[in-house]
């Protein structure tokens, strides 16, 4: 009698997934945040990947909540005081940001974590650049173009659905 109410349970279980939650399911929260200090761009890209997330949060049951900053040091004071803790992290950082700084000095300061993803966005392509970035941890570098809202949108579903698909 009791293996047949652990089957029981086993099956109602299975019938409350969705279909697409057999082939990629996530229970993962995600902080995506947004580092430029160009308002434009910076408010551009948050309502692109706000809108783009309500698709994956559909799709992958993924629970992402999205933060902009404009400075790099409001991005570190946040990153200190760990308010991106308890989930994977994907940072979209610009890499020529105010106050003589840049995404160089913020890789510096966060540490490196297999678990997140670290996306550095330049105007000016320059393989220098991009490798030292590399180096400090940065998952990816590409140009500030017309292409950059999509590539940002391709990326946070590539890292999301490579999560999903690990699960």
Do not use: W
């Not at 580092?35 to 434009?40: A, G, L, P, S």
């Not at 698709?55 to 005081?81: G, M, P, R, V, W």
Request: glycine content about 2%; aromatic content about 14%.
């Amino acid at each position: 009698m009791q293996k047949t109410t652990n089957m029981m349970k086993e099956v109602s279980h299975k019938e409350r997934r969705t279909f697409l939650d057999l082939f990629f399911p996530s229970t993962e929260k995600y902080s995506v945040v947004v580092v430029d200090d160009d308002e434009y761009f910076n408010k551009m890209m948050v309502e692109v990947l706000n809108d783009f997330s309500s698709n994956l949060k559909i799709l992958y049951d993924a629970k992402i909540k999205l933060y902009s900053f404009k400075t790099a040091e409001s991005f570190i004071q946040s990153f200190q005081n760990n308010q991106f803790r308890n989930t994977r992290a994907v940072y979209f950082i610009d890499y020529f940001l105010g106050n003589n700084k840049n995404a160089a000095d913020i890789l510096r300061k966060i540490e490196s974590d297999k678990r997140n993803r670290v996306v550095v966005i330049s105007e000016k392509k320059n393989y220098q650049t991009a490798q030292q970035t590399l180096e400090l941890g940065a998952t990816q570098f590409i140009r500030k173009d017309q292409f950059t809202n999509f590539m940002c949108t391709t990326l946070l579903e590539e890292f999301v659905r490579e999560d999903a698909s690990n699960y």
